[in-house]
């Protein structure tokens, strides 16, 4: 029996109580991603609607799509981890499951990070939303958070929650994982030693359903977060490896040179 070979990208969306919205998505990823080897990972965190029957329904019949589902509502973060650890690409991109992000932008993103990419650091595309089509109260909320979050872990992105997101399945599983971490992944990154560049993003209003997040909880949760996440970077601790071999030889003929200058010295009072 062959075994087919693992797709190039993952696309992960995290979804809860989004039904009405799932069958457009698919048709709109569907459309972008064609011509590029993928799969398309759908975590119902614990909808109440019927997300997960049409979830089912699109896994039926497809190959390339997958669901999981949790047992109740765990998080936006908590969806998205899940599916990346399902996921058996070696990129991966994040999408809301409202509709908002396009995912016109994805092959876009995916293009840019091979251009940027480098072996020696971590990489986050991380989209920007070039005209936010949300609600003034959220839009306002959102600049509040993110000037907040700016200042105090200075990592020079001013959208950090926008949902359209790429980066390498390995630099990621290797991230501590939190409640709303998905919105500090460019501080993360960058404490593991990498680097994010921005990528302008369409953005779309909701066509169906409501969002899940308050205006108030989220400024209230979010500086609890940032908190959490600036103890994290002032603890962070990457080592420098150095050659054990070349660093043994030079220990060595540090030692020999030691033994020997008496000697030397003995010679020269002589």
């Not at 600036?230 to 030692?255: E, F, I, N």
């Amino acid at each position: 029996m062959m075994i087919a070979s693992p797709p190039l990208l993952a696309v992960v969306v995290p979804v809860h109580d989004e039904a009405p919205n799932l069958p457009l998505l698919l048709a709109e990823l569907d459309a972008a991603l064609a011509g590029i080897n993928h799969e398309i990972i759908f975590v119902d965190d614990g909808s109440t609607d019927a997300t997960a029957v049409v979830i089912a329904a699109f896994a039926a019949v497809r190959s390339d799509v997958r669901g999981l589902r949790h047992d109740r509502c765990y998080g936006q973060s908590a969806a998205i981890v899940s599916g990346v650890t399902a996921a058996r690409a070696t990129w991966i991109a994040t999408i809301d499951g409202d509709g908002q992000n396009d995912p016109a932008d994805i092959p876009g993103m995916l293009r840019h990070a091979w251009q940027e990419d480098t072996p020696d650091a971590p990489l986050l595309v991380a989209g920007r939303r070039v005209q936010r089509q949300d609600r003034p109260m959220k839009r306002i909320a959102s600049r509040i958070a993110n000037t907040v979050r700016a200042c105090v872990l200075r990592d020079g992105v001013p959208d950090s929650g926008c949902g359209l997101k790429l980066f390498r399945r390995a630099p990621f599983m290797a991230l501590p994982h939190f409640d709303h971490m998905h919105r500090f992944l460019p501080s993360l990154f960058a404490r593991a030693g990498g680097r994010t560049v921005l990528y302008p993003v369409a953005h779309r209003p909701r066509l169906a359903g409501r969002s899940h997040y308050g205006t108030w909880d989220r400024l209230r949760v979010g500086l609890v977060d940032l908190a959490g996440v600036a103890w994290l970077q002032c603890r962070a601790c990457k080592p420098t490896l150095v050659d054990a071999a070349r660093a043994g030889a030079a220990g060595r003929a540090s030692a020999t040179d030691s033994v020997a200058s008496p000697h030397s010295s003995l010679e020269v009072a002589r």
